[in-house]
């Protein structure tokens, strides 16, 4: 025991029949941890790994090493059965014997009255040692429902073991009650269930019903082999919903759910309700009739666009109730876009352009009644109500009585021809209407009407969202409002009541996908009347009716005019009008650029605008103002960070760059460029970090509204850039300042980061850089079109860069 072998817990020992000895033993799970077993007054002797019981006993006293005693129940003499399985334990004299083989311990030779049913006896044994009176064998209880000790002119018989059972209670179920329904859709049953139950007298069965809204099920007992009604020693009819279940001792049991209204039938003339031509189904009247004690309306009328109605059953000396269903077999509807199952219904279906691109079907149901008077699967035509040629589209069974119509076919049909009308045919000419298809878009056209504008021809379906704003007044913020479905007029917001020329887009919520449309109205030679100062000035050059206004309250209306490239429609018009305001913007660079930065433009629409009028390469020699540029980072980092650079190599760790040489103002301004600028930025230009390329630390800047890089990364401006390269001193300086190897061999990113860094240098004073830049301005604009979102980020990251070479190059 010190050595832990037994434990701190010895496990209780067992009665098992040793085959190998042919003896009953009583054996410890360990055979070290019995001690000593009594039967009788007499100790038992060891006998392999237990102690032999050379006689039979009511009990056997056990001590195990640690000194606890265990009783072991043996055999009890007016029930003299003892049965283990194939392995020989003992199987507990309160649970359900195995159909398979056993081992049979029994005083004598059992006799008839021992089974109920019958048993196999497969192998006849030498009774255990000491137990010379007593039968052994083995047997299979496979057509046994259960056993029992049964001696001639011995005690009377002993209680009854079942042996489990494969069989299980079946719930015999009436035909239903045809058009009456549940109310989760399941059948009702007139007649309540019948329940057989399986096995013999020997066994009894416990049958519980229990209604959903009872606490308590009725309980009653039936033996097996009976067959009993669910309606049994019940007081009334039973309607509701229950639960039955019904068990006995080594039987499976059974539970079930039946929903009954005893008694009740439906009668009606039409027991088929067809799809109507002008859609909809055609109507019926169904009666009701119930026996005494069930009350039930006498007629139910379904209308044509009803596929059910709800009716109340009810028990008439109770509180018991039925919300139930009519419905006669019908016909059904459904649409079915991008995979996605509608609703059954019964009117015709709708379905529009954008449905077809996603795979629009058309599903019909039909009762089975119909299916077999047609014999076939109907055809679906697609008529042009402007007097087209049909057009045929064939069905497929997908499901039980569903019909699937797969409406792609008609795409080129609706783009070319418009709407089309969906009819069913049904044999003998009769067709229904049962869908239409729209070919429309959102609108057709859109109207002005004073204050307001007009849809014309809108989908009336969805909710819509316009969205106003005028090329002649970019700067105003676009008034967009929601529009409800079937809606058509359309208020318009300040800014936009007073003329001029309008762009209009119409769509779903989010203008997502091709549900939206985009329109131009108004004159475009009309300068809107309400404008006055520098704003009719913006407004009327983009007109084309006046130079580009200049002075410092302008420089605001400029950026948005230089983003928006006015009115005209071609590309070379826009960029004519991008570049005028660019020049006017590059005359007074402090001012234009804090202009720009309140104007909160995302950073990759102010990259054109800064290449364009050279402020990406402009040179600040010092911040006049600290304190204005500070609020600025909130609304524009890219453009506050141009405005701060020279300070940047104060945040660098340069010796030669001491922050202590910086006012309060200063000192604010670089910790604002510290709150908002990114992490990575940071780290580069304190040397923590290095790019090793060619994709940089992300995010420098925040361009998540930037549009995606184009389909091919051109290599636009290499040439430009390489040529720079080699003639000066900048291929070696890329490298010191990237770690990457001079641009231009083959990233595009690369080349895109080079004209960047070209720009900052010119900025930081290099005097190769300042001469070059000018010139490479059109390369560079090139591949920002390709890709903004990073050509502002690599602008970023070469100011960071070149603030870094510039403090610490001494």
């Given amino acids: 025991m010190a050595s832990g072998a037994v434990g701190s817990v010895v496990g209780a020992p067992l009665l098992r029949l040793d085959l190998e000895r042919g003896a009953l033993v009583v054996a410890f799970p360990d055979e070290r941890h019995g001690a000593s077993v009594l039967v009788g007054g007499g100790e038992c002797p060891r006998a392999g790994n237990g102690f032999l019981l050379a006689r039979p006993s009511r009990i056997a006293t056990c001590t195990d090493v640690l000194g606890g005693v265990h009783v072991v129940d043996v055999v009890d003499i007016t029930d003299p059965l003892v049965v283990f399985d194939e392995t020989g334990s003992r199987l507990p004299a309160g649970a359900a014997l195995p159909a398979g083989e056993v081992w049979v311990l029994h005083l004598g030779t059992p006799t008839a009255d021992a089974v109920d049913g019958t048993w196999q006896v497969l192998e006849h044994a030498t009774p255990p040692v000491g137990w010379s009176r007593w039968w052994l064998a083995r047997v299979s209880l496979a057509g046994a429902a259960a056993i029992r000790s049964a001696v001639d002119f011995g005690p009377p018989p002993g209680p009854w073991r079942p042996v489990q059972s494969t069989e299980r209670a079946d719930l015999l179920l009436g035909e239903p009650i045809e058009g009456l329904l549940g109310p989760d859709g399941e059948p009702v049953h007139g007649e309540p269930p019948r329940l057989r139950l399986p096995g013999g007298a020997s066994q009894t069965w416990t049958i519980e019903l229990l209604r959903d ?3 308590l099920p009725r309980r009653w007992t039936a033996f097996g082999g009976a067959v009993v009604s669910l309606a049994d020693g019940s007081t009334g009819p039973l309607v509701g919903r229950f639960r039955v279940a019904a068990s006995a001792p080594g039987q499976s049991p059974v539970r ?9 039938t439906l009668t009606t003339k039409r027991r088929l309700r067809l799809l109507r031509e002008n859609g909809g189904l055609t109507s019926a009247d169904v009666r009701l009739s119930a026996p005494a004690g069930v009350l039930v309306p006498s007629v139910v009328s379904l209308k044509s666009i009803e596929m059910r109605t709800s009716v109340t059953i009810r028990a008439a000396d109770s509180t018991h109730r039925l919300d139930a269903v009519v419905e006669l077999p019908h016909c059904a509807l459904r649409r079915r876009v991008a995979g996605e199952n509608g609703v059954w219904g019964v009117r015709p279906e709708a379905f529009t352009l954008d449905d077809l691109a996603h795979g629009a079907c058309l599903d019909v149901q039909l009762p089975a009644r119909l299916r077999e008077a047609l014999g076939h699967v109907p055809a679906l035509v697609a008529t042009d109500p402007a007097g087209g040629r049909d057009q045929l589209v064939r069905g497929a069974r997908v499901a039980d009585g569903v019909y699937r119509y797969r409406l792609a076919a008609l795409l080129d049909s609706v783009r070319s021809g418009g709407s089309l009308s969906l009819s069913l045919v049904l044999g003998d ?13 959102v609108a057709e056209a859109v109207l002005r009407r004073g204050d307001e504008l007009r849809l014309v021809n809108r989908d009336p379906a969805p909710e819509l969202v316009v969205r106003v704003t005028s090329p002649l007044t970019p700067w105003l913020r676009p008034w967009e409002i929601t529009v409800a479905p079937g809606e058509s007029a359309v208020p318009l917001g300040p800014g936009y ?10 769509g779903v919520p989010d203008f997502t996908g091709r549900r939206e449309r985009s329109f131009r109205i108004g004159d475009p030679n009309r300068v809107p009347t309400a404008l006055s100062g520098v704003e009719f000035q913006a407004a009327a050059y983009l007109a084309g009716q006046a130079p580009p206004p200049t002075g410092i309250a302008a420089y605001r209306l400029l950026w948005a005019a230089a983003d928006a490239g006015g009115p005209a429609t071609d590309a070379g018009s826009r960029a004519l009008v991008t570049q005028e305001c660019a020049a006017v913007l590059g005359e007074h660079p402090y001012a234009a650029l804090v202009a720009g930065a309140r104007t909160a433009m995302p950073a990759h629409r102010t990259v054109p605008i800064l290449i364009r009028s050279g402020l990406a390469a402009h040179r600040f020699a010092r911040v006049d103002r600290p304190e204005a540029i500070t609020p600025l980072w ?18 660098s760790g340069a010796v030669d760059w001491s922050p202590a040489e910086l006012s309060t103002e200063e000192a604010l301004l670089l910790d604002a460029a510290e709150r908002y600028a990114s992490p990575a930025g940071l780290e580069i230009l304190t040397g923590e970090r290095r790019w090793d390329g060619p994709v940089p630390p992300q995010p420098l800047l925040d361009v998540t509204d930037a549009p995606p890089p184009a389909a091919t990364a051109a290599l636009t401006g290499l040439d430009e850039l390489r040529a720079f390269a080699h003639s000066s001193a900048f291929g070696e300086l890329f490298s010191v300042l990237t770690h990457v190897r001079a641009p231009g061999a083959s990233s ?8 960047a860094i070209v720009a900052r240098l010119a900025a930081h004073g290099d005097p190769d850089a300042a001469e070059a830049e000018p010139g490479l301005r059109v390369a560079w604009l090139a591949v920002v079109a390709a890709d903004p979102g990073t050509a502002a980020s690599d602008l970023a990251l070469a100011e960071y860069l070149v603030s870094h070479w510039h403090a610490h190059r001494a």
Avoid at 256 to 264: I, K, N, W, Y
Avoid at 429 to 441: C, D, E, K, L, P
Avoid at 497 to 506: A, I, T, W
């Fill in 429 to 441: 000419g009769f067709t229904a209407q049962v869908a239409r298809i729209r070919g429309s878009a």
């Fill in 748 to 755: 595009p990113r690369e080349v895109s980061l080079g004209f």
């Fill in 634 to 651: 909130d609304s524009s980092p890219l453009l506050s960070l141009l405005l701060t650079s020279p300070l940047l190599p104060y945040r």
């Fill in 256 to 264: 079930a759910s039946v929903t009954l209204a005893q008694g009740v």
């Fill in 497 to 506: 009541v007073h003329g001029g020329l309008l762009d209009v887009r119409v």
């Fill in 213 to 215: 809204d009872a606490a």
